[in-house]
């Protein structure tokens, strides 16, 4: 049975539980179409990437940070794992969603016990999950799957409104920045002047693709904070949750990576593959005995307000 993270936020005067947040309705509402929905298949260089470095490290432990249904991560892996006559001895299988969770419980139950020997279930958002091997993690490796910006503009924007009811009729926009301080570094969003509807032209689209293309250029003119553009899926019929995702430019997760992962503890790669940019982060003064897993744009689905706390809950998994 899959564990929850009871902790609510407060908003306002109001106190929310993560359960009833928009993000989470969303990726609930996703659950019985998400394995077969075009969104979730479009980048095969993640599971290329995903069990060449498997293969390459063995691990002893995987955690698969927003794992949805398990199908793409980490089930790949493990059975990659299982044909070199490698054992798994723990996967912690983390989601915002609970029902999508449930789905990667399902799915991994058909998983032979010899890929795995223990396996964990965590819903709830990745800053929340804590310590889960006591004090002294082992030494880990991370692989990150983010969007690339470029890809909004050459087809990422057209595969939205082909998805819309999928993650919304009406999409907003807004420049992704870093805001770094004495008082500590936080993500924030700046609304650009921009909606697409579903019904969006081609023309349409295509100006709105120029539009988006010389924001990000003109920001990162002014000064190195901008990581790429957010985009805000609604529906307007009803309330059934908010979609957000972030497309990072190269230069804007580079240095977003290098405020989590200094170059004189970790090496950092950052490479091009398909629709992702694909980051392998590896602890410099010990070999990896396990890996983290952040693909599919987690990264870039993760609510700006909590995404540099869950990237300082990453790091601590990595040991």
């Known amino acids: 049975m899959q564990g929850v993270l009871a902790t609510s936020r407060t908003q306002g005067a109001l106190e929310v539980r993560w359960e009833d947040r928009s993000d989470t309705v969303f990726w ?139 993650v919304g009729d009406r999409l907003s926009f807004g420049l992704y920045r870093l805001q770094t301080s004495g008082r500590g570094n936080r993500a924030q969003v700046i609304p650009l002047p921009l909606t697409v509807g579903s019904s969006a032209s081609s023309r349409d689209l295509a100006a709105a693709e120029g539009y988006l293309n010389a924001s990000v250029r003109e920001a990162e003119q002014k000064d190195g904070a901008n990581l790429g553009v957010h985009v805000r899926g609604t529906f307007e019929a009803d309330e059934r949750g908010v979609f957000s995702s972030a497309w990072f430019t190269r230069k804007g997760l580079a240095e977003l990576l290098r405020l989590f992962f200094s170059p004189d503890r970790y090496s950092v790669s950052i490479n091009a593959a398909g629709k992702c940019w694909l980051c392998r982060i590896n602890p410099r003064d010990s070999k990896p005995r396990g890996l983290v897993t952040l693909l599919n744009n987690v990264l870039g689905n993760i609510l700006p307000h909590e995404l540099t706390k869950s990237l300082s809950a990453v790091r601590r998994m990595l040991g």
């Open 28 to 166: 609930n509402e996703k659950a019985d179409s998400y394995s077969k929905a075009e969104l979730t298949n479009e980048a095969p260089e993640e599971l290329e990437a995903l069990r060449e470095l498997a293969a390459e490290l063995s691990p002893e432990t995987i955690l698969s940070l927003g794992c949805a249904d398990g199908r793409r991560d980490p089930i790949p892996a493990l059975e990659l794992l299982m044909e070199t006559g490698h054992t798994v001895k723990k996967v912690l299988c983390n989601d915002l969603s609970p029902l999508l969770l449930d789905r990667a419980a399902a799915n991994m139950a058909l998983v032979p016990k010899e890929a795995c020997m223990q396996s964990l279930f965590r819903s709830g958002p990745m800053h929340l999950l804590g310590s889960l091997e006591g004090s002294q993690p082992e030494p880990k490796a991370l692989l990150v799957g983010a969007y690339r910006f470029e890809m909004l503009l050459a087809g990422g924007l057209r595969s939205y409104i082909r998805n819309s009811r999928l």
